[in-house]
């Protein structure tokens, strides 16, 4: 099977958390960058890691990378590119763009000629002077970064945290790339509980099911390159069948999610039914300052307001305040916060284990660890306090 470079991009932070999955499918050769990881695989790659990649924004296809300063350099080199190995002569072809630090700033312009040189790169090929587009799409980007031009094709087309469960939102939604990382660096495992005090439409404790049962999250959506005539379908079907194969019907969970808004619960039971998740997980209403657990180990991971604006920001630090008296109620639980207030620390009267700098959409934000201590070996799953 031919051999292939890919891109999976991902949030800022992230990366080493996307490297580590593309590891554990068994890609081993990784390039890590800023904001994605490069890796070379056989085209196969292509369904598995759409179908698996839980930390990815999305997979894209490498076509080429080189140096450029000049409009014309960008034609040429870009015309000089294999497009008619990926491109058949009716695929729907968009070109994107983006340029930072670089001669060749105008990303309309870059557009345009990239079209155009894949045009004429086609018409040489196709013998024709006309392109009807109304084929598979092949969303195509050239990035330019300090005067290099690196062209891709996109793999996944909607973005990878679009697994086809969340069909309604609430106020400012955790993407389910980053909640599915909160739960990856806390290294939480299925057989203890978790809870998230601040669930809001159910994100974090929807993503802990997905991997706790070992439901691939991309098994419940489609994605672009299905279409694509170099991917032959039998392949698709192979990896979702081997996908359902690997789904952990018997594991147990113990999961909850608490929300202080009634709407906002209801959407996350919503949101779990959707994902196949019913009975799975607990949803219930309730204050965050307030909650507590029958069992005796167990992991918080959660994403409580910030304060962003100055009218909330009294309001969250005493919220924060509050929250310090419930964690000294669960003393063997291990605590996972992720804000973008700097004070959190100081708030809760706790020095964290370890912090991460992380990215939730354009807010920069740091991921608290606050580590418990380890479970008594004759403790099993969901021991629960005396």
């Known amino acids: 099977m031919r051999k292939v470079e890919l891109i999976a991009t991902a949030a800022f932070g992230l990366e080493a958390i996307v490297a580590h999955e593309l590891r554990q499918l068994g890609y081993e050769e990784l390039k890590v960058e800023n904001g994605k990881v490069i890796f070379k695989a056989d085209i196969s790659a292509i369904p598995r890691c759409n179908l698996w990649l839980r930390t990815a924004d999305r997979l894209l296809l490498k076509i080429g990378e080189f140096d450029t300063k000049s409009f014309n350099d960008l034609f040429e080199k870009t015309k000089a590119l294999p497009w008619t190995d990926w491109i058949p002569g009716d695929a729907q072809f968009p070109v994107e763009g983006k340029s930072i630090k670089s001669q060749l700033f105008s990303v309309p312009d870059c557009q345009a000629i990239v079209k155009k040189a894949i045009v004429e790169k086609m018409k040489e090929k196709h013998k024709t002077n ?36 969340r069909k309604m939102s609430g106020d400012a939604p955790l993407k389910e790339t980053l909640a599915a ?102 949803f219930q209403q309730g204050d965050a300052r307030n909650f507590n657990s029958r069992y005796k180990y ?35 639980w291990s605590f996972y916060i992720l804000t ?33 201590p380890r479970p008594d070996n004759l403790q099993g799953p969901f021991a629960r306090l005396e």
């Not at 587009?133 to 945290?161: C, K, M, N």
């Not at 630090?317 to 509050?322: G, K, P, T, V």
Request: proline share 5%.
């Open 130 to 165: 006309w392109f009807k587009e109304t084929g598979p799409r092949y969303r195509v980007e050239v990035a330019l970064l300090s005067d290099t031009a690196t062209l891709t094709i996109d793999t996944s087309g909607a973005g990878l945290h679009k697994r086809g469960y």
């Open 181 to 282: 990382a909160l739960i990856s660096i806390s290294r939480w495992k299925p057989d203890r509980a978790l809870i998230d005090p601040f669930c809001g439409t159910g994100t974090i404790p929807i993503e802990a099911a997905l991997i706790g049962r070992n439901i691939a999250p991309g098994l419940g959506r489609n994605f672009v390159s299905e279409n694509w005539p170099q991917i032959p379908r039998n392949i698709w079907d192979r990896y979702r069948d081997e996908a359902r194969g690997l789904i952990l019907h018997d594991q147990p969970l113990g999961i909850r999610g608490i929300d202080i808004d009634t709407a906002a619960v209801k959407l996350a039971n919503y949101h779990a039914k959707e994902a196949g998740l019913t009975n799975l997980i607990s």
């Open 298 to 332: 167990g992991y918080l991971i959660t994403n409580p307001p910030y304060g962003e604006r100055m009218s909330e920001k009294e309001e969250v630090e005493n919220l924060y305040r509050d929250m310090a008296e419930a964690f000294q109620l669960l003393d063997t």
């Open 340 to 372: 973008s207030h700097p004070a959190l620390e100081r708030l809760i009267n706790r020095k964290s284990s370890k912090r991460r700098k992380v990215y939730n959409g354009r807010i920069q934000c740091t991921y608290y660890q606050f580590f418990g």
